[in-house]
């Protein structure tokens, strides 16, 4: 199915884009969602000041922030809405992605 198949590309692609980060840093990669054109981030520091770029003008962010499941394929991340309005939060820990709406219930839960 197409949310499978879905889920295996984003899986092995975000593997692959960490793999080729330098072996003297940890590797890390991350996806843009929320971003019309879609990006990559292969280093925490242009993470964190994507996100910050994000936070810094609210109005460009989701009105919802459930995860936006469309025939079992997610369409937009969830956010958490007490991590959002955390200032005392990093900017990536603000603005956190969950994939599932599994993942984000129980990370809300906890809030």
């Keep these: 199915p197409a949310h499978v198949r879905w889920r295996h ?14 072996r003297d840093t940890r590797p890390f990669a991350e996806f843009c969602f929320l971003c019309t054109d879609g990006k990559w981030f292969t280093s925490q520091s ?9 936070l810094t003008s609210l109005d460009a962010l989701p009105f919802q922030c459930d995860p936006l499941i469309y025939a079992k394929t997610l369409a937009a991340p969830g956010l958490c ?6 200032t005392s939060l990093a900017p990536a820990s603000r603005l956190q992605q969950f994939l ?3 993942q984000w219930q129980t990370h809300v839960e906890k809030h």
């Design 9 to 22: 590309i984003y899986s092995c692609h975000k593997r692959h884009l960490a793999a080729k980060v330098r």
């Design 100 to 102: 599932t709406r599994a």
């Design 46 to 54: 242009s993470w964190a000041s994507h996100c910050e770029s994000h």
């Design 81 to 86: 809405f007490w991590c959002l309005g955390d």
